[in-house]
C-alpha cells in the first residue's frame, strides 16, 4: 500500500497521559501536513512540515502539542498531558511541492479517546 | 477568522438531480481550489481540483466552477447518486510566504444527502 499510513487508528488515553501519533506519507512525498476534526465539525489545519523542518505551525496550540518529521522514519504528533477536548481525529496528508498541483492525500486518521 | 466557508451544513438531494455545494473564501492569495469527499471513519479523498486561472473544470459527474472576482467556487454534481452522500469539503491552497512550499485551508464541511 503506497498510501499515506497512520498509526494507531484509535488510542485512548486517561486525562494527562502522552499520545504520540505517527504518520508515514506517500512514496516520494516530503511535505506533512496535519488536521484536526473534532466532532461534528470540519478540518482544522495544525502544522506543516517538510523533512527535518517546521513550515508552518500557526495551527497548533501553543502548549502541550509539537510536531516533528526527522530525516529517517514518520512525522511524529505528540500531545502532553492529555485533556478531554483533545479527543478528535487526527488527520496526516502528504504531498510533493508541486506549486500548480496542490493535491493532498490523506490517511484514514487516528482517533484520539481522552477518559 | 474562517477564510474559507461552506455556509450550507447540509444538503439534500433526490437521486438523478443535480447537487450544487458552495464555496466562498476571502485571501485573494489563493490559487488552487480543491474538493474533497469524506465518508465516516475514513479520511478525506481528492474529487476534483481548480487552478486560479481557470473558471471550470469537469471530471465526469463532476464540474467545478470559480467566479474569482466573487471569490467563489461550486462543485456541481449530476446526476446525484445515492453513493455521493458524503460530507464534502472545499479547500483553498496558496504557496507558503518563504515561497517554498503550499498550504491548504479547508472549509467546515457540507454533508450531502443523496436520496434514493
Known amino acids: 500500500n503506497a498510501g499515506v499510513m497512520q498509526n494507531p487508528r484509535h488510542l485512548v488515553r486517561r486525562r494527562g497521559q502522552e499520545a504520540r501519533l505517527r504518520c508515514s506519507p506517500m512514496k516520494g512525498h516530503s511535505h506533512v501536513y496535519w488536521y484536526r476534526q473534532l466532532p461534528e465539525e470540519g478540518l482544522k489545519f495544525m502544522v506543516y512540515?517538510?523533512?527535518?523542518?517546521?513550515?508552518?505551525e500557526s495551527g497548533m496550540p501553543k502548549e502541550r502539542f509539537s510536531a516533528e518529521f526527522p530525516k529517517e522514519g514518520p512525522s511524529i504528533l505528540r500531545i502532553q498531558q492529555v485533556v478531554r477536548g483533545d479527543s478528535a481525529a487526527y488527520f496526516c496528508?502528504?504531498?510533493?511541492?508541486?506549486?500548480?498541483?496542490?493535491?493532498?492525500?490523506f490517511g484514514e486518521g487516528s482517533r484520539l479517546t481522552v477518559l | 477568522d474562517q477564510q474559507v466557508k461552506q455556509n450550507s451544513p447540509s444538503l439534500s438531494v433526490q437521486e438523478g438531480r443535480i447537487s450544487i455545494l458552495n464555496c466562498d473564501y476571502t485571501n485573494s492569495m489563493f490559487d488552487y481550489f480543491l474538493w474533497y469527499k469524506k465518508y465516516p471513519a475514513e479520511g478525506p479523498t481528492f474529487l476534483i481540483s481548480i487552478s486560479s486561472i481557470k473558471d471550470k473544470n469537469e471530471d465526469g459527474r463532476f464540474t467545478v466552477f470559480l467566479n474569482k472576482s466573487a471569490k467563489h467556487l461550486s462543485l456541481h454534481i449530476v446526476p446525484s447518486q445515492p453513493g455521493d452522500s458524503a460530507v464534502y469539503f472545499c479547500?483553498?491552497?496558496?504557496?507558503?510566504?518563504?515561497?517554498?512550499?503550499?498550504?491548504?485551508?479547508f472549509g467546515p464541511g457540507t454533508r450531502l444527502s443523496v436520496l434514493p
Open positions: 479547500a483553498a491552497s496558496a504557496i507558503t510566504r518563504d515561497n517554498y512550499g503550499q498550504n491548504f485551508v
Open positions: 496528508a502528504s504531498s510533493k511541492r508541486a506549486a500548480n498541483t496542490g493535491e493532498l492525500f
Open positions: 512540515l517538510q523533512k527535518e523542518n517546521i513550515i508552518d
